[in-house]
Structures are given as C-alpha cells and as structure tokens.
C-alpha cells in the first residue's frame, strides 16, 4: 500500500522545493551528473563527456539541477564549473525518514491490532486462583 | 528471535523493500493486513482523511479497493489492485494503481507480501515493484506522496558509488 499518510495537499515553500529535488533527481543523466560532482567541482564540458551527450543537453540538465538547489554554477573565465550542494538531499532524505516513521506508525499500530486478535483467539485462563471461572 | 524493527531497502533500482517481524502467528498477520474491518485500524488515512471504502478479497482474481475523501474532496484518492498469486497465509501478490480524485493516475506498481513464522514470530516482506522505470519516475514527478517511495530509489542511485 502506499504512504497515503504522508500526503500533503498543503503548497509550502518548502514542499515546492522538494518538489524540485525529487523532480531532478528523476532522471538518470542528472544522477549521473550528481554522482560526478560528488568527487569535486566540474566544468560543463566535464559534466558532458561521460554522459556522451552534448553541450547543450548537459546545460539543460545542470539547469534542472540548478534550479533545485543540488548544483551551484559559478563562472570562471570561460569555464562554467559546477559544484553539489548538499543541503537540498539532506533535506530530501529527512522526507524517505518520513516514509519509513509512516510505515512504523502502520506497523505498531498492526502490532496492537495483533495483539487484540491474538487475546481474542486464545482467551488467557487465570493465571492463579483455583476455581475461577474462565473469562467467555 | 526478537522482533526487529521496520528495515527499508532498495534492492533495485524499481524495488523496495520492506521488512518487519510481528510478535503473532502469520495466519493472524494474514488475516490483519487482508480483511477490510482489520485494514481500517492499520492503515492510518492522514488527519483529516477518512477511509471510504475499504475492500480486499485476497484469491488470485480478487480486488483490492481503496477510497480516502478528505474536506474538499471525495474521493481525493483511490488505489485498485487485483490479487494475481495467493498462497494463504503465506504469499499474496496484486497489482495496484493509484489515483487522485480527478482520475489523474498518479502511480502503479506490484506488491508482494511474503510471511514466514517461526516460534510464534512472522516476518513479513513487503517488495514493492514499480512496472516500469517510466512509470516510477512518472510517480516522482506528479507529486511527494509517490515521491516519498521513489526518492528511496533515486536518493539510494545519487549516493551509491558509481557501478
């Protein structure tokens, strides 16, 4: 089932932004891209090659990433050199905790649940006392 | 053995995984998680959300039905699933489609649910399998809720080491 608890219909900046991050990390270029900047800075044509895609269709995507806050563009001479931000995943990452609290929450409320089904089928006897009627 | 706690992972790049032990004997975590009246006290609609429907006939060509409304909306979302493998007590897999009140289809994908019991402990695996990876990314995009499973996969693909 899905984390329908989790769904918020609510427009925040925050979510907005969000929105953004997942938004660019859905596409495997620009993970590709991520995955590079993580060993440091990069210029565009850097960013290009090993993706084997060209020039513009790599601006493309560091826009994309730009305007999620994950990559920070600076221009040095005539070199564009791309940098990651991490705050952005950080904050990502808080929202996947945020599936996982979902799923507990289900789940401790399936243990209680179980707990009643379990009780329900196999009423206790009394622990102690003799001749004390078994609860019906 | 002991329960352990909720354990998440991405085994591929379209799966997720989920893994849990129940202090019950599987044919109770069985009947839990697949007879409505039972589904209602787990599976916790979000405040100000109420379940409107809630159907679930756990046999191969059995469906799944689900329907939240909320103050505005009603159905604000809905998920359909048909069973196409059951093993009771033990296995069940069905489809599943979400969508938002408008019909707008906002996510598909295929859950299994494995049990195994020992000494009175159930383990349950959940694996949740996106049909395809455009379909899963297509999820990303329409909205947080599905972004929330599928940014496990993608967070998990950004961070890994490269292959």
């Known amino acids: 089932m899905k984390p329908i608890g989790i769904v918020n219909h609510m427009v925040s900046d925050r979510e907005a932004r969000l929105d953004l991050v997942f938004h660019a990390l859905a596409h495997p270029a620009r993970r590709a891209i991520l995955r590079q900047l993580s060993g440091g800075e990069r210029n565009l044509t850097e960013l290009a090659s090993p993706l084997r895609m060209t020039f513009p269709a790599a601006t493309k995507h560091v826009r994309v990433l730009e305007r999620a806050r994950l990559v920070r563009r600076r221009v040095a001479g005539r070199e564009h050199l791309c940098r990651l931000r991490a705050q952005p995943l950080e904050e990502a990452m808080r929202w996947t905790e945020q599936f996982r609290l979902h799923w507990e929450a289900r789940f401790e409320a399936l243990d209680s649940l179980l707990d009643e089904m379990k009780a329900e089928e196999a009423p206790r006897p009394a622990p102690r006392g003799r001749g004390r009627t078994r609860r019906s | ?163």
């Open chain 2, 1 to 163: 053995m002991t329960p352990e706690g909720l354990q998440i992972s991405t085994p591929t790049d379209t799966t997720i995984v989920l893994l849990r032990t129940f202090h019950a004997p599987r044919r109770l975590v069985w009947t839990a998680m697949f007879t409505p009246d039972k589904m209602r006290r787990w599976m916790l609609p979000p405040p100000g959300w109420t379940t409107t429907v809630c159907e679930c006939e756990p046999h191969v060509g059995g469906k799944l039905r689900l329907a939240w409304k909320d103050a505005e909306n009603d159905p604000a979302m809905t998920l359909e699933g048909v069973f196409t493998e059951v093993v009771p007590h033990e296995r069940a897999v069905h489809t599943e489609t979400m969508k938002l009140g408008s019909g707008e289809t906002i996510g598909s994908l295929v859950e299994t649910h494995e049990f195994t019991e020992e000494g009175g402990v159930t383990t349950m695996r959940i694996t949740q399998q996106y049909a395809s990876k455009d379909a899963r990314d297509g999820a990303i995009a329409s909205g947080m809720d599905q972004g929330m499973e599928a940014c496990y996969l993608q967070l998990d693909a950004v961070l890994a080491p490269p292959a």
